[in-house]
């Protein structure tokens, strides 16, 4: 099992794949930089990740959120219309960590509103 940490880099989407089956779907950036000589090098990594344990996470999984993936990596390779070969990094993700998003915190004064139990709004229990 792998462990990934990295920021959304959009909103969670919620497919459904059956009658009774649904996938919340997202992609993870995630950042590397290393040295070349005395100059820094960034890099960012995307893996497309997939989630089957429960749709109601997708509430939690904004644009800009900070979140760590624990799951297995896969690729997937494809040739678009215009016969261009392309191949993504994928991550069948088993659990995730929240761990929100700066820009969205709310003040002091502001109210935080409660929006019931997570765990059985996530696993849909």
Known sequence: ?????????ADAEVREVSQDTKVVG???????????G??????ARFFECSYWR?????DFLKKGDIVQVFG???CRAYVTKDAEAVAAMT???????????????PS???PVQQTGDLKSKCHGT
């Open 38 to 43: 005395e100059k820094r090098k960034e890099v």
């Open 26 to 36: 997202f992609t993870l950036a995630v950042n590397h930089s290393y040295l070349i």
């Open 54 to 58: 429960g749709a109601g996470i997708a």
């Open 91 to 105: 991550f069948r993700v088993s659990e995730i960590k929240l761990f929100g998003s700066t820009a969205r915190r």
């Open 1 to 9: 099992m792998e462990i990934i940490t990295g920021r959304l880099t």
């Open 108 to 110: 002091a004064e502001e």
């Open 72 to 74: 297995y990596v896969g």
